[in-house]
């Protein structure tokens, strides 16, 4: 755990000690949306095979629309998810690496 805070205090760091142009700046942000997106699409996918999991209730019969609602309850809570706080953790961790060469580039180029 020490680890993940320390490569995040590293990064926080390494951009607070370079010159970062207003592209670069716009590039990271694009780059950490990017990873916030897709750590949503990935809980929602995550939620639908554990949904795909419980077996079908036949008592009440076939709602029509339970699977449209359901899915759209699945979207809106993996976004949530992934916008409060950290998310899940996996944005972090993609931006990191996304951005490693990123950063070693920018302090070089210093």
């Known amino acids: 755990m020490s680890e993940i805070i320390d490569l995040k205090t590293k990064a926080i760091e390494q951009t607070k000690n370079t010159n970062i142009t207003g592209r670069e700046k716009e590039d990271l942000h694009k780059i950490k949306k990017a ?9 929602y996918y995550l939620f639908k095979t554990m949904r795909q999991t419980i077996p079908q209730n036949t008592l009440l019969g076939n709602m029509s629309g339970k699977g449209t ?15 409060k706080g950290g998310g899940l953790g996996l944005q972090k961790i993609l931006f990191e690496q996304l951005t490693k060469n990123y950063m070693k580039e920018a302090i070089q180029k210093d």
């Open 69 to 83: 609602y359901n899915m759209l309850m699945d979207q809106k809570v993996a976004e949530e998810l992934s916008n």
């Open 35 to 43: 990873c916030k997106d897709f750590e949503s699409v990935f809980t």
